[in-house]
């Protein structure tokens, strides 16, 4: 699609045609199918001592940043004894490369991590500054023994970060900014391979700006159409909440993150995280398959 397109549909007032646009393509490459991931997440600085009693995770995710190379290999070591043979993943790949400071060592870095337990860099940031190439930085975690292969958005782009607002009290959207992101995630993709999943929307808001769910529906719709060589467009679960992952769902996401791996059952079964998600996802008429960190269907029945 053209760049007048892509710009239409970030400009455009009508969310329906949007909507249809990304809907279109993500059908046209996935059907119905519709996957998901349970986390469970720990703190790289605070391992629990054991897995928590109903622990039902796709993947094992290290989170926060570590303070050195010996945190973060004591944290992918405390990951893999937790996991019993779930996929680890950990870190964004802009941490490892601050420790590292060199694409050779980062290489040895990754191979280190390998070695510990750490299967996968849990995210690569497309926005955020790296003291190496980010494609080199790509090319290098997976010399080491690291699979690399979920794309993110730290930040909304620049233009979005203060609270700019119009003369109708509408947030700004940074038109030009939201499409260089998905241009630059097409073009990395096309340089280093294998990202299996593009998460498009920003995983840290502007207190001043925060996006809206307008602006967001539209960027869903946007990465999907824009950046047909990633398999697959996903949505948060806890970071963006329940309403917001089913209507992205309906234009061009498929694929749903963060899906809560421990459920206390306090509202009883029927409300439990794993219920809740595979009936959201059918009440969008489309069929719920969860998935492992490995990007392998898990047994439906848990």
């Known amino acids: 699609m053209e760049t007048v397109s892509l710009r239409a549909l970030l400009t455009t007032p009508n969310l329906i045609d949007v ?8 059908r046209e490459m996935h059907g119905n199918r519709t996957t998901f991931l349970r986390v469970f ?15 039902a995770a796709g993947e094992i995710r290290i989170v926060g940043t570590p303070s050195s190379e010996e945190a973060a290999l004591r944290a992918a070591g405390a990951a893999a004894v937790l996991a019993g043979g779930l996929p680890v993943a950990g870190f964004s790949l802009a941490d490892l490369a601050a420790l590292a400071g060199s694409v050779a060592q980062l290489t040895a870095l990754c191979s280190r991590l390998r070695a510990s337990g750490l299967e996968a860099v849990a995210e690569v940031a497309l926005d955020v500054d790296l003291p190496v190439d980010l494609a080199d930085a790509v090319v290098a975690a997976r010399a080491g023994g ?28 940074d038109v030009d900014g939201r499409l260089e992101l998905v241009t630059r995630a097409a073009e990395l993709q096309d340089r280093v391979g294998g990202f299996r999943v593009y998460a ?5 808001q502007s ?38 992952a089913q209507v992205a769902l309906t234009v061009g996401a498929d694929d749903i993150d963060g899906v809560a791996a421990v459920d206390p059952a306090a509202l009883g079964p ?4 794993i219920e809740e998600i595979r009936t959201n996802i059918r009440a969008a008429a489309l069929d719920p398959i969860e998935r492992n960190g490995r990007f392998e269907p898990t047994p439906a029945v848990r």
């Open 19 to 26: 909507g249809v646009e990304g809907d279109a393509v993500r």
């Open 41 to 55: 997440e720990m703190h790289v600085d605070a391992p629990p001592a054991s897995a928590p009693a109903g622990l």
């Open 146 to 173: 690291l699979d690399v292969r979920r794309l993110t958005v730290a930040l909304p782009p620049k233009g979005e970060r203060a609270a700019d607002t119009s003369s109708r009290g509408q947030a700004t959207v």
């Open 200 to 204: 498009p929307l920003a995983r840290t």
């Open 207 to 244: 207190v001043a700006g925060p996006t809206t769910g307008y602006a967001d529906v539209k960027q869903i719709a946007l990465a999907r159409v824009a950046v047909r060589n990633i398999p697959s467009i996903q949505v948060d679960w806890a970071l963006y909440g329940p309403k917001l």
């Open 270 to 273: 029927r409300r439990s995280a």
